[in-house]
């Protein structure tokens, strides 16, 4: 059974906006793709039993939040047994900002165990027996499954653009620190990032520059081509047949409609950071769970609790060192642009792997986390079982505006070639 | 009535260790202290009925959490009576890393409410018509006062310094993000952070450094003067004359122990960043109190209630130029250290005004918060109504050692001199 149909959370407001559809018809249609069809995908933690019309630019617009964002009116799991029963106290900012713009908050959607590994129960829209990728497990399947237009995650590793490759999906992960973090559950404070899944680039532009109140808009209007760099690192090897097929023909196709494109090597500064993902994310999700591990050690999936164990071993000069080696990169990572816009790279090694023990492999994910750096997923195609196949655009830090816009070119030359 | 006897963390740890004191009668002594004296000083929100000594190397020590941190055995009221009954779920990770140490937490502290301005009960142990200073209040009075050997606490713009200063004992800001925040309540998170109070800049460092588990242990043995740069800022006419005297005085005195003195200016870059910290605290408290603001906006002081409906003004575009200034001040900053190794200027412009209907200002404090440099509070000595004069010994970001240890220094000099 595929579940496939994404809803344009831009198209959505328009047509409220224009009088030709009711916030509450635009809500009744998502609501009814979560009757037809949350049985299989299964994205919600707990899904709110109705969804009504709010005032404001989201007006109609259902949101799935990811359910490490604290809500005050709905209980918050982190995907641990330990809160099997929480009750925040108050909502998290990003919540509250959605809120106040109008949108519906659709339920809270499932996520791995505290945004770490251990899987939950969603499957992906395109093949039930798939990954829907992971942590944002939830929020990536239900927006590709029609349940909502848009939906907040977080990505620590590939936590948003992985998800959003496996299930077709646009997720933008912003700079880091562009949106706020009060209010969720962290692992790792110094890579945790807000981020955003809806249909297209122009979909997240949309609810993002609605919520925060900044202009990351994108345009049609300024269709011209970006400066493209394909990335060539040491970790291309692991990329699947299909995925180094489908990044050529993006390339060829990029260029046919005028983009110029080149190869980009990474400076070692940055190639150095790679290992300092692990070292900081180990070393900030011992603290970050410090209290749990106290307390009740024994409500920790057996994965993660050897990960705590053995990430207890990380010294503070250890993390520090690591710290300085990913500000040195983030330095280092300017000269990526000196020749081009943006950066292209696959989102994950493949498609979504066939497991539902697994959210798949963040290796294409974590060193742009670690750098800050917004990403923003493309949808470049399917493979030949039909799942979809994602890349990945990357702008320099600060320049989300262009990310967007890059991608959204993007999604226009692949949809119209 | 003076109420000033602060306890050494380090000598009484030193005296445990040595086995000429039990950790049940040093945390007796501080509780007789609290019973003698707190119905004066009133720096708590909430204290523990009876004080158990736990295991560890801080065993016996007694340290009082300021009352934005949340506590899974105490309520937490961020000084708002919007959360007067506010039971959190978990423990903040630094309460944690406290406990996981042997420490005996002694209660919350009070905080002016959610650590903006508006002050709580709390009295200075000096004279308790005077301000203790804020938003720490609790901390730092309860150290003053005896009631615990050391305190937690939190600085936005000068909520540790301060009133380190105004009562006389050790304050440490650390350099940002040194020590994890998780589980405090945010007012802004850009410039919040976590701080120790103790009587001695040594007592300092054995807590930071004990609980982080990172040499910032200050030694007798390296004795050697610091290079000290004076700083001359545009602010320098805000200083009091007593306070200009102290400066002038702890000048000729660390010259004669063997330090060298220069003035130091500071770069047009980093004296343009002083603006961008009210920036940046404006609009990110909009979004740290966003759901209180949509919920129970009344429960807001009149003062804050304003702040807040003023700093929504401040627009996104506004916020990203404060946090760009406030980056290229960051990156001038090392200018100042060119022909020093640690800088001194004022805590605070006096000693404690005579009112309990402010905090006093944080003027000498802001840009240092802002810029994330370490910061300890030294007691220079006393004005004429015997308040203490408060000045700061403030090193390179990431320097934190070279702070506490000419701090240590100058301690030294001073009792010696």
Redesign the interface.
């Known amino acids: 059974m595929i579940c496939y149909a994404p809803v344009s959370a831009l198209a959505t407001a328009q047509e409220i906006a224009a009088g030709r559809l009711t916030a509450q018809a635009a809500l009744d249609h998502c609501a009814q793709r979560v009757e037809n069809h949350e049985q299989h995908v299964q994205a919600f933690q707990q899904a709110l039993i109705s969804w009504d019309p709010q005032e404001g630019p989201l007006s109609g617009i259902a949101v799935g939040i990811k359910d490490v964002f604290d809500t ?1 009116d709905m209980p918050t799991t982190y995907g641990s047994a330990i ?1 099997e029963t ?1 009750q ?4 998290s ?1 990003l919540a ?2 959605l ?2 713009c109008g949108a519906t908050i659709a339920g809270k959607t499932v996520t791995t165990e505290f945004a770490w590994f251990t899987p939950g129960k969603t499957r992906n829209p395109h093949n039930l027996e798939h990954t829907p990728g992971g942590s944002s497990s939830g929020s990536a399947a239900g927006v590709a499954a029609g349940f909502f237009p848009a939906a907040i995650g977080t990505q620590t590793g590939g936590s948003i653009i992985r998800p959003a490759a496996f299930c077709g999906v646009s997720g933008y992960k912003p700079s880091f ?1 562009l949106f ?4 969720l559950k ?1 692992f790792s ?2 890579l945790d990032t807000i981020g955003f899944f809806a249909a297209k680039a122009e979909d997240n532009a949309f609810i993002a520059s609605t919520c ?3 202009d990351l808009h994108v345009s049609n209007s300024d269709g011209s081509a970006p400066k493209i760099g394909i990335l060539e690192s040491p970790i291309d090897d692991l990329m699947s047949a299909e995925m180094a097929k489908a990044i050529e023909q993006l390339r060829s196709q990029a260029q046919t409609k005028g983009a110029s494109v080149i190869e980009v090597q990474s400076p070692p500064a940055v190639e150095e950071a790679r290992e300092a993902h692990a070292i900081i994310q180990g070393y ?1 999700a011992v ?2 769970l ?3 591990s ?2 009740t050690p024994d409500l920790f999936s057996k994965e993660l609790a050897e990960y705590l164990t053995e990430s207890g071993e990380i ?3 250890q993390y ?1 060192d690591a710290r300085r080696t990913a500000n040195h990169a983030r330095k280092a990572s300017r000269q990526l642009f000196e020749d081009c816009d943006v950066l292209l790279l696959p989102s994950a090694p493949s498609s979504a792997p066939a497991t539902l023990a697994s959210t798949g492999d963040s290796v294409f994910n974590r060193l742009w986390t670690l750098l800050g750096m917004p990403c923003v997923n493309v949808l470049a195609g399917f493979d030949q079982k039909g799942l979809p196949l994602g890349v990945q655009i990357i702008a320099p830090f ?1 320049q989300d505006k262009k990310a967007l816009q890059a991608a959204h070119w993007l999604e226009n030359i692949i949809s119209t070639s």
């Open positions: 005050y809160y929480h925040p106290a108050i909502d900012t509250t900002m809120r106040k620190r706020p973090t009060l209010g962290h404070w110094s925060s109140k900044r900030e603290l970050a410090a209290h749990e106290r307390t010294t503070a000069p520090d600060g």
